[in-house]
């Protein structure tokens, strides 16, 4: 179907508009960040340097920053294993109750994050008698970021069929062996695009962390909160927010060139 | 499997155990005696229900405004974009991600304040910001969740041949039927996939609607606010059985859609 | 072994584990259930918490839950600050979390993670009967001597004579404008409960269920014949009679607050422009320079006496004590009463306040004023007015009114 230019014209300039409105908030960030009015009047009378220098020095934010980090790899390295693990048992292994399996495997993401936050709160601190630290934050994103991960490998598992891994074990090689040199090449942008969109989830998860954190941890997101509405660490919150913005640029753009030039990887398609 | 097995579903039912126990007031103390009070209060109240019929409506409606918006999106990304562009445009829609959901809440805050963005923008046409209410949560919430959106669709877009369209304009349709027979059919598992994300997201959200939302309470913000504020959790329990009972419909309504494969 | 058999396993596993857990944390108050009126001087036994009985070395850290503005460390200003001198003095690193309202605290300190916390009348009590703090040797805290008598061994901080906490002000709520958008000074709540005033739509009220005593104070006042004695006993009727207020009043509010900051950039933007406040936010708005005022109206106010509480289970026992006689010595106390506009428990504050007037305008040596205001307690059901022919409200009911009213 050759659509007519004027429709062609038509979807790129709503696309356009779209993006314009997407990224003004972002705009409007990072515009503040620079804002000298500390409760940010719009429009901004004075224009600063200063909440850069503060936000340089911050501790605070660097501390929490480095603690997301850990957290999110942590919890997408957890994610990688136990996803492609249970992506590969479901696949391998045909069995009638499979519809429900999957529907319980996406039930952390469709169950709104107060509930399962809650719960795994509930839980941490009556069942299993844990304190909130470190572990129960990892533990909470894991269980979500399981699903990305899942999800993609068991696509990309779904197109790929047994055959190739029939084969090797036909010429001899061992279980290992095949999912080493055929199973996990072919897996790979899957596994990039779950691990991606799973640190993303996990970097920016707000709700499930608030209940599952102790009193020391401050994720990003939560250190973003406390401060959000304090006078003189708001403006600090903007700086870190733009500079969230422009260096995603980085990880994003990386993993496109890995997973080739379809973009099946990053979105999971196919 | 063990794990979700054993740690996520048995921390549900630990949950939803506590919605059938009962709270000491003063203490704030559970009380493990057995009781339907919670949910019986959750029934009879008018309140809850006016809330849980605020709360659907809204994330109904965010559903529906981003498909709209990100159909076209996603559309012009798969299949008239050329390569570079595509790959261009999939950064572009990505990258907002990862700003902090609260700082993009928070941003909206100030466009919708008197006298801010909207405003300023808008005064030489007349146009005057909603100020904080429930139209700032609709629009709120459709521009967190639109990535969530447009990705699903864009990825459903992208599988459908090429070859498909072309023939189905050899056999002589012209562009609105085969966007009505051809396209949204084969798009409609991504696109209810999508709607799983806001559709949820929107049902449990409690941060937007405190950010933007002026006095108006959702459901989510019932449940913290039992949780938190009053240290009820058997009644906050029981009011979060709520969104679980809606989205578990949701679910098994659209597994025959084949949308779960589109995740 | 199927799968569906492991996942129905894991399931019941799960149930079974529900079972176990989730156990009612009672703290040993085998009546906390039925606890009675602490006004009326009806006693109840609050559970066995050991109390200290000697101050150790410092630990190396204090986990301190205040209200905001109670325990400044230079992140609001720069230039308010005593926990950095506290740090210094006593080597106890100040982890400091601010809640917005009594509620919070009361939850947050179930957790068993802080040291110390600054509670109201309203969280007090509830705290103590749950067995979340410990009774306080006021021996080891040299300067409680120092601290008003009157506001010792009273209903909210102490039971059978046995201190619960150390005393740290008192103060009102009171009522601000916007001096550019509201053209005539109210005098009177009635602004904020009238049925249609001029700003309709930019109204802001405290966003907790406390609040409703704040209608019950006006309907005192204005509706006689209801009876109303003591805004926190209200019986069925005069409870409805005070949502229907609220009610009333939620057609014109612009957004309900628990976050301090929030409120001052509302007042800012001129989203709000009239409502219920703490002197420490009309301060804070001044200094943003939004045109602002506040005044306690002719009805009288709820307010606050709060006091320090160490925790039942504190980590750090021997820096919340020291935390505690560093916020009851003078010149602490002069700071934190200047910076939240609040009357200072110590008296001696008084004369290191930098406005040399500010312990008569907040009339902190005055018994006589500090007794009209009706200060945050828990509602019960027996009524605190002293009625037995009448059950009052408790509070959980005031807090299922309170999501009705905001609807």
Sequence with gaps: ??????????????????????????????????????????????????????????????????????????????????????????????????????????????????????????????????????????????????????????????RMGGNLEEASMDLGAGGFTTFRLVTFPMLRSALLAGALLAFGLSFDEIVVTTFTAGTQQQTLPLWIFNNLFRPNQAPVVNVVAAVLVVVSIVPIYFAQRLSGSHNEGLTGAR | MLWLGVAYLGALAALFLTSLWGQNSFTGEIERTWTLDNFRTLFTLEVYRTITLRTLGIAALVTVIDAVLAFPIAFYMAKVASVRVQQLLVIAVLMPLWASYLVKAYAWRGILSDGGLIDWLGTPFGIQSPGYGITATIITLSYLWLPYMILPVFAGLERLPDSLLEASADLGAPAGQTFRRVILPMAFPALVAGSIFTFSLSLGDYIAVKIVGGANQLLGNVVYDNVGAANNLPFAAAVATIPVVVMLLYLAAVRRTGALENL | MSKMTVL????????????????????????????????????????????????????????????????????????????????????????????????????????????????????????????????????????????????????????????????????????????????????????????????????TAYDSPIYIADAALY?????????????????????????????????????????????????????????????????????????????????????????????????????????????????????????????????????????????????????????????????????????????????????????????
Excluded at chain 1, 92 to 101: S, W, Y
Excluded at chain 3, 231 to 248: C, N, R
Excluded at chain 3, 341 to 352: H, I, L, S, T, V
Aim: charged fraction near 20%.
């Design chain 3, 8 to 203: 129905a396993g894991a399931c019941a596993l799960g149930l079974v584990l529900a079972g176990c857990g989730t156990t009612s944390e009672t703290g040993g108050g085998g009546d906390g259930g039925g606890t009675t009126g602490p006004q009326t001087g009806a006693r109840f036994t609050p559970p066995d918490v050991p109390m200290q009985k000697s101050l150790g070395a410092s630990e190396d850290q204090v986990n301190i839950l205040a209200w905001p503005g109670y325990a400044e460390d230079g992140s609001t200003d720069p230039k308010v600050d005593w926990v950095t001198p506290f740090e210094k003095e006593t080597g106890c690193k100040a982890n400091v979390k601010y809640f917005g309202t009594s509620d919070e605290a009361v939850t947050l300190m179930k957790t068993g993670d802080y040291d110390v916390v600054s509670a109201s009348g309203d969280a007090s009590l509830r705290l103590i009967a749950a067995g979340d703090v410990a009774p306080v040797n006021t021996d080891l805290v040299p300067n409680y001597k120092d601290i008003q008598p009157w506001l010792k061994d009273r209903a909210w901080n102490s039971v059978n004579g046995q201190m619960y906490g150390v005393p740290h002000g008192w103060g009102a709520n009171l009522l601000m404008w916007r001096t550019d958008k509201v053209k005539t000074a109210p005098t009177s709540w009635g602004a904020v409960f009238e049925k249609s005033p001029p700003y309709a739509g930019a109204v």
């Design chain 3, 219 to 407: 309907l005192m006042k204005t509706q006689p014949d209801l009876g109303i004695k003591n805004p926190y006993a209200l019986d069925d009727k005069q409870l409805q009679a005070s949502i229907d207020l609220l009610k009333t009043q939620r057609k014109n509010i612009s957004e309900y607050w628990s976050d301090y900051l929030k409120e001052v950039q509302a007042f800012k933007t001129g989203n709000t422009v009239i409502g219920t406040t703490w002197q420490v936010i009309a301060n804070l708005a001044e200094s943003e320079k939004v045109p602002v005022k506040a005044t306690l109206p002719e009805e009288g106010a709820t307010g606050w006496s709060d006091t320090w509480m160490v925790g039942a289970d504190a980590k750090n026992p021997n820096c919340a004590y020291r935390w505690m006689d560093w916020i009851a010595g003078p010149q602490v106390q002069a700071q934190v009463a200047e910076y939240f506009g609040e009357a200072p428990a110590n008296p001696k504050a008084c004369d290191y306040t930098t406005d040399k007037n500010f312990c008569t305008t907040y009339h902190a040596d005055d018994k006589a004023y500090s007794e009209k205001i009706w200060y945050w307690t828990t509602p019960i059901e027996q009524c605190l007015d002293g009625r037995t022919d009448a059950t009052c409200a408790d509070y959980g009911r005031w807090t299922q009114a309170w999501t009705e009213v905001k609807g």
């Design chain 1, 1 to 158: 179907m050759t659509l007519s230019r004027g429709m062609r014209l038509a979807l790129a300039v709503f696309t356009v508009l779209a993006l314009v409105v997407v990224y003004t908030p972002l705009a409007l960030v990072v515009l503040n960040s620079f804002n000298a009015d500390r409760t940010f009047a719009w429009p901004p009378s004075e224009l600063t340097l200063h909440w850069w220098e503060v936000a340089i020095g911050a501790r605070g934010a660097r501390d929490a920053l480095w603690l997301s980090v850990e957290v999110a790899a942590v919890a997408t390295v957890v994610a990688l294993v136990l996803g492609t693990l249970a992506a590969m048992a479901l696949s391998r292994f045909r069995f009638f109750g499979q519809n429900t399996v999957s529907l319980l495997i996406i039930l952390p993401i469709a169950l709104p994050g107060i509930v399962t936050g809650i719960a795994l709160n509930n839980a941490f601190r009556t069942i299993f008698a844990w304190e909130l630290g470190f572990l129960t934050i990892v533990v909470a994103h894991a269980t979500f970021c399981i699903v990305t991960v899942f999800n993609n490998v068991q696509a990309r598992m779904r």
